[in-house]
Protein backbone atom coordinates (compact mmCIF):
# COMPACT_ATOMS: atom_id res chain seq x y z
CA UNK A 1 0.00 0.00 0.00
CA UNK A 2 1.43 2.99 -1.04
CA UNK A 3 2.28 6.04 1.80
CA UNK A 4 -1.21 8.44 0.44
CA UNK A 5 -3.24 5.83 0.61
CA UNK A 6 -2.30 4.92 3.72
CA UNK A 7 -2.76 8.21 5.08
CA UNK A 8 -6.20 8.51 4.38
CA UNK A 9 -6.49 5.53 6.14
CA UNK A 10 -4.97 7.17 8.93
CA UNK A 11 -7.22 9.60 8.10
CA UNK A 12 -10.68 8.56 7.62
CA UNK A 13 -10.00 6.45 10.92
CA UNK A 14 -8.92 9.72 12.80
CA UNK A 15 -12.03 11.54 11.79
CA UNK A 16 -14.45 8.62 11.89
CA UNK A 17 -13.52 7.80 15.91
CA UNK A 18 -13.69 11.89 16.66
CA UNK A 19 -17.07 11.89 15.03
CA UNK A 20 -18.67 8.84 16.86
CA UNK A 21 -17.44 10.38 20.05
CA UNK A 22 -20.33 12.09 21.30
CA UNK A 23 -21.81 8.49 21.20
CA UNK A 24 -18.83 7.31 23.46
CA UNK A 25 -19.74 10.40 25.95
CA UNK A 26 -22.94 9.43 26.47
CA UNK A 27 -22.14 6.35 27.63
CA UNK A 28 -19.71 7.98 30.64
CA UNK A 29 -23.24 9.19 32.54
CA UNK A 30 -23.81 8.69 35.46
CA UNK A 31 -20.28 11.03 35.91
CA UNK A 32 -20.49 14.54 35.32
CA UNK A 33 -18.49 16.60 32.65
CA UNK A 34 -15.56 17.79 34.99
CA UNK A 35 -15.07 14.14 36.25
CA UNK A 36 -15.17 12.20 33.09
CA UNK A 37 -12.62 15.41 31.74
CA UNK A 38 -10.57 14.42 34.80
CA UNK A 39 -10.35 10.82 33.68
CA UNK A 40 -9.87 11.38 30.58
CA UNK A 41 -6.56 13.70 31.71
CA UNK A 42 -5.40 11.40 33.91
CA UNK A 43 -6.06 7.88 31.58
CA UNK A 44 -4.54 9.38 28.43
CA UNK A 45 -1.21 10.28 30.71
CA UNK A 46 -1.36 6.34 31.64
CA UNK A 47 -2.28 5.20 28.35
CA UNK A 48 0.58 7.26 26.06
CA UNK A 49 3.08 6.77 28.74
CA UNK A 50 3.04 2.63 27.91
CA UNK A 51 2.99 3.03 24.61
CA UNK A 52 5.83 5.45 24.60
CA UNK A 53 7.92 3.06 26.84
CA UNK A 54 7.24 0.34 24.58
CA UNK A 55 8.48 2.69 22.12
CA UNK A 56 11.43 3.39 24.18
CA UNK A 57 11.19 7.24 23.76
CA UNK A 58 11.01 8.52 27.39
CA UNK A 59 14.32 10.06 26.99
CA UNK A 60 13.01 13.35 24.88
CA UNK A 61 11.29 14.32 28.35
CA UNK A 62 15.30 15.58 29.46
CA UNK A 63 16.20 17.46 26.41
CA UNK A 64 12.34 19.32 26.75
CA UNK A 65 13.24 20.26 30.55
CA UNK A 66 16.24 22.17 29.33
CA UNK A 67 13.90 24.63 27.32
CA UNK A 68 12.00 26.90 29.34
CA UNK A 69 9.60 29.08 26.76
CA UNK A 70 8.67 25.21 25.12
CA UNK A 71 7.34 24.04 28.65
CA UNK A 72 5.68 27.47 28.92
CA UNK A 73 4.26 26.76 25.25
CA UNK A 74 3.39 23.24 26.24
CA UNK A 75 1.24 24.49 29.71
CA UNK A 76 -0.45 26.86 27.36
CA UNK A 77 -1.35 24.30 24.82
CA UNK A 78 -2.82 22.24 28.08
CA UNK A 79 -4.85 24.74 28.99
CA UNK A 80 -6.59 25.41 25.62
CA UNK A 81 -6.66 21.51 25.53
CA UNK A 82 -8.53 21.69 28.80
CA UNK A 83 -11.03 24.20 27.84
CA UNK A 84 -11.80 22.46 24.47
CA UNK A 85 -11.91 19.22 26.00
CA UNK A 86 -14.11 20.03 29.18
CA UNK A 87 -16.47 22.78 26.82
CA UNK A 88 -16.87 19.57 24.69
CA UNK A 89 -18.11 16.66 27.16
CA UNK A 90 -20.48 19.93 28.74
CA UNK A 91 -22.07 20.00 25.61
CA UNK A 92 -22.77 16.66 24.77
CA UNK A 93 -23.85 15.94 28.38
CA UNK A 94 -26.36 18.82 27.68
CA UNK A 95 -27.74 17.44 24.68
CA UNK A 96 -25.95 20.25 22.20
CA UNK A 97 -24.43 18.32 19.93
CA UNK A 98 -25.31 19.88 17.36
CA UNK A 99 -23.65 22.96 18.55
CA UNK A 100 -20.81 21.40 19.39
CA UNK A 101 -20.70 20.20 15.85
CA UNK A 102 -21.03 23.69 14.38
CA UNK A 103 -17.88 24.57 17.11
CA UNK A 104 -15.91 22.57 14.20
CA UNK A 105 -17.19 23.36 11.42
CA UNK A 106 -16.50 27.24 11.74
CA UNK A 107 -13.35 25.90 13.31
CA UNK A 108 -11.07 26.78 9.59
CA UNK A 109 -12.63 30.12 9.48
CA UNK A 110 -11.71 30.74 13.20
CA UNK A 111 -8.09 29.86 11.95
CA UNK A 112 -8.15 32.24 8.66
CA UNK A 113 -9.32 34.52 11.50
CA UNK A 114 -6.72 34.08 13.80
CA UNK A 115 -4.36 34.19 10.86
CA UNK A 116 -5.43 37.78 10.23
CA UNK A 117 -5.23 39.45 13.57
CA UNK A 118 -2.28 37.09 15.40
CA UNK A 119 0.14 36.10 12.50
CA UNK A 120 -0.82 39.79 10.51
CA UNK A 121 -1.35 37.77 7.42
CA UNK A 122 -2.99 38.59 4.04
CA UNK A 123 -6.06 37.19 2.98
CA UNK A 124 -7.51 36.44 -0.79
CA UNK A 125 -10.67 38.38 -1.72
CA UNK A 126 -12.27 34.77 -1.42
CA UNK A 127 -10.94 33.62 1.96
CA UNK A 128 -12.61 37.48 3.32
CA UNK A 129 -15.99 36.57 1.66
CA UNK A 130 -15.68 33.00 3.56
CA UNK A 131 -15.48 34.78 6.79
CA UNK A 132 -18.35 37.52 6.01
CA UNK A 133 -20.76 34.77 5.01
CA UNK A 134 -19.13 33.15 8.22
CA UNK A 135 -20.29 35.96 10.18
CA UNK A 136 -23.45 35.93 8.73
CA UNK A 137 -24.23 32.64 9.46
CA UNK A 138 -23.15 33.53 13.11
CA UNK A 139 -25.60 36.46 13.52
CA UNK A 140 -28.80 33.87 12.52
CA UNK A 141 -27.71 31.46 14.41
CA UNK A 142 -27.41 33.67 17.44
CA UNK A 143 -30.89 35.04 16.79
CA UNK A 144 -31.97 31.25 16.54
CA UNK A 145 -30.94 30.39 19.92
CA UNK A 146 -31.76 33.89 21.23
CA UNK A 147 -28.02 34.17 22.24
CA UNK A 148 -24.26 33.78 20.90
CA UNK A 149 -23.19 30.00 20.13
CA UNK A 150 -20.81 30.65 23.02
CA UNK A 151 -20.65 26.57 23.33
CA UNK A 152 -19.84 26.56 19.72
CA UNK A 153 -17.81 29.62 19.34
CA UNK A 154 -15.80 28.22 22.70
CA UNK A 155 -14.86 25.57 21.06
CA UNK A 156 -13.82 27.11 17.94
CA UNK A 157 -11.42 29.49 19.14
CA UNK A 158 -9.95 27.13 21.88
CA UNK A 159 -8.79 24.46 19.54
CA UNK A 160 -7.81 27.31 16.62
CA UNK A 161 -5.48 28.64 19.76
CA UNK A 162 -4.48 25.10 20.53
CA UNK A 163 -3.16 24.03 17.30
CA UNK A 164 -1.03 27.49 16.72
CA UNK A 165 0.53 26.91 19.85
CA UNK A 166 1.26 23.47 18.45
CA UNK A 167 2.16 23.87 15.01
CA UNK A 168 4.98 26.82 16.93
CA UNK A 169 6.08 23.88 19.61
CA UNK A 170 6.72 21.06 17.17
CA UNK A 171 6.36 17.99 18.67
CA UNK A 172 5.14 15.00 17.99
CA UNK A 173 1.89 13.54 18.34
CA UNK A 174 2.42 11.16 21.23
CA UNK A 175 5.09 13.03 22.94
CA UNK A 176 3.17 16.48 23.31
CA UNK A 177 -0.25 14.47 24.11
CA UNK A 178 2.03 13.13 27.11
CA UNK A 179 3.39 16.43 28.20
CA UNK A 180 0.24 18.16 28.08
CA UNK A 181 -1.41 15.88 29.65
CA UNK A 182 1.03 15.87 32.73
CA UNK A 183 0.64 19.06 32.98
CA UNK A 184 -2.82 18.71 33.70
CA UNK A 185 -3.01 15.47 35.66
CA UNK A 186 -1.88 16.90 39.19
CA UNK A 187 -5.10 19.10 39.17
CA UNK A 188 -7.35 16.40 37.86
CA UNK A 189 -6.22 14.02 40.43
CA UNK A 190 -6.85 16.43 43.31
CA UNK A 191 -10.09 17.06 41.29
CA UNK A 192 -11.15 12.88 41.18
CA UNK A 193 -9.73 12.67 45.08
CA UNK A 194 -11.88 16.18 46.40
CA UNK A 195 -15.06 13.80 44.23
CA UNK A 196 -14.20 10.82 46.18
CA UNK A 197 -14.13 12.28 49.85
CA UNK A 198 -17.51 13.78 48.75
CA UNK A 199 -18.67 10.59 48.04
CA UNK A 200 -20.03 11.69 44.41
CA UNK A 201 -17.03 10.18 42.51
CA UNK A 202 -18.84 6.83 40.07
CA UNK A 203 -15.70 5.80 39.48
CA UNK A 204 -15.75 2.31 40.98
CA UNK A 205 -19.21 2.84 42.15
CA UNK A 206 -21.37 1.90 39.58
CA UNK A 207 -21.50 -0.80 36.79
CA UNK A 208 -18.42 -2.20 36.10
CA UNK A 209 -18.91 -1.26 32.40
CA UNK A 210 -19.24 2.24 33.46
CA UNK A 211 -15.64 1.99 35.48
CA UNK A 212 -14.26 0.72 32.42
CA UNK A 213 -15.27 2.80 29.82
CA UNK A 214 -13.66 5.59 32.31
CA UNK A 215 -10.22 3.74 32.12
CA UNK A 216 -10.78 3.56 28.02
CA UNK A 217 -10.91 7.26 27.63
CA UNK A 218 -7.35 7.49 27.59
CA UNK A 219 -7.19 5.56 24.57
CA UNK A 220 -9.99 7.11 22.90
CA UNK A 221 -8.42 10.22 23.44
CA UNK A 222 -5.14 9.18 22.14
CA UNK A 223 -5.86 6.94 19.24
CA UNK A 224 -7.28 9.17 17.00
CA UNK A 225 -4.65 11.60 17.66
CA UNK A 226 -2.17 9.33 16.50
CA UNK A 227 -4.27 8.25 13.47
CA UNK A 228 -4.44 12.07 12.56
CA UNK A 229 -0.51 12.06 12.85
CA UNK A 230 0.10 9.32 10.87
CA UNK A 231 -2.43 10.88 8.18
CA UNK A 232 -0.69 14.68 8.51
CA UNK A 233 2.60 13.23 7.63
CA UNK A 234 1.60 11.46 4.37
CA UNK A 235 -0.95 13.67 3.03
CA UNK A 236 -1.46 16.84 1.16
CA UNK A 237 -2.81 19.71 3.32
CA UNK A 238 -5.83 20.12 0.83
CA UNK A 239 -6.50 16.22 1.11
CA UNK A 240 -6.13 16.66 5.04
CA UNK A 241 -8.23 19.95 4.65
CA UNK A 242 -11.12 17.94 2.82
CA UNK A 243 -11.25 15.33 5.41
CA UNK A 244 -11.78 17.48 8.66
CA UNK A 245 -15.14 18.24 7.67
CA UNK A 246 -15.69 14.12 7.84
CA UNK A 247 -16.17 14.77 11.92
CA UNK A 248 -18.27 17.78 12.51
CA UNK A 249 -20.93 16.09 9.47
CA UNK A 250 -20.99 12.53 11.77
CA UNK A 251 -20.98 14.90 14.83
CA UNK A 252 -24.48 16.69 13.40
CA UNK A 253 -25.36 13.37 12.49
CA UNK A 254 -25.59 12.11 15.71
CA UNK A 255 -27.31 15.18 17.70
CA UNK A 256 -29.87 14.88 15.05
CA UNK A 257 -31.01 11.39 13.88
CA UNK A 258 -29.42 9.73 17.23
CA UNK A 259 -29.99 11.97 20.01
CA UNK A 260 -33.13 13.34 18.17
CA UNK A 261 -32.34 16.93 18.85
CA UNK A 262 -34.13 19.62 17.36
CA UNK A 263 -33.11 21.47 14.12
CA UNK A 264 -35.56 24.05 13.12
CA UNK A 265 -35.37 26.36 10.07
CA UNK A 266 -33.84 28.71 11.14
CA UNK A 267 -30.95 26.92 12.40
CA UNK A 268 -30.31 24.95 9.40
CA UNK A 269 -30.42 28.15 7.74
CA UNK A 270 -27.80 29.14 10.08
CA UNK A 271 -25.78 25.48 9.19
CA UNK A 272 -26.79 26.31 5.21
CA UNK A 273 -24.61 29.82 5.85
CA UNK A 274 -21.68 27.62 7.10
CA UNK A 275 -21.73 25.73 4.47
CA UNK A 276 -21.84 28.01 1.52
CA UNK A 277 -18.40 29.66 3.43
CA UNK A 278 -16.77 26.14 3.90
CA UNK A 279 -17.35 25.30 0.05
CA UNK A 280 -15.84 29.34 -0.83
CA UNK A 281 -13.21 28.34 1.55
CA UNK A 282 -12.31 24.72 0.40
CA UNK A 283 -12.67 25.82 -2.98
CA UNK A 284 -10.41 28.55 -2.94
CA UNK A 285 -7.80 26.54 -0.94
CA UNK A 286 -7.75 23.69 -3.62
CA UNK A 287 -7.50 26.63 -6.52
CA UNK A 288 -4.47 28.23 -4.56
CA UNK A 289 -2.41 25.07 -3.75
CA UNK A 290 -2.70 24.06 -7.43
CA UNK A 291 -1.78 27.71 -8.84
CA UNK A 292 1.18 27.57 -6.69
CA UNK A 293 2.66 24.16 -7.36
CA UNK A 294 1.96 24.85 -11.16
CA UNK A 295 4.10 28.33 -10.40
CA UNK A 296 6.95 26.53 -8.61
CA UNK A 297 7.07 23.67 -11.71
CA UNK A 298 7.49 26.73 -14.17
CA UNK A 299 9.93 28.58 -12.14
CA UNK A 300 12.44 25.65 -11.49
CA UNK A 301 15.34 25.28 -13.92
CA UNK A 302 15.65 23.37 -16.37
CA UNK A 303 17.73 19.71 -16.27
CA UNK A 304 21.13 20.76 -18.67
CA UNK A 305 20.26 17.06 -19.83
CA UNK A 306 16.76 17.94 -20.97
CA UNK A 307 16.95 20.83 -23.26
Known sequence: MNQTRLGYLYGFGAYLLWGFFPIYLKLLRPAG???????????????????????????????LARRPRALAAIAAAAALIAVNWGTYIYGVNSD??????????????????IGVFVLRERLRPAQW???????????????????LPWLALTLAFSFAGYGLVKKRLGLPAAEGLFVESAVLALPALAYLGWLGRQGEATFGHGSASHTVLLVLAG???????LLFAGAANRLPLTGLGMLQYLAPILQLGCGVLVFHEP??????????????ALVVFTVDAVRHTRRTRAEARAAAPVPAGAR
Open 263 to 276: MPPARLAGFALVWV
Open 129 to 147: AALGVGGLAVAVLTVDYGR
Open 219 to 225: AATAIPL
Open 96 to 113: RVVETALGYFINPLVVVL
Open 33 to 63: PVEILAHRIVWSVVFVALLLAAMRNIGFLRA
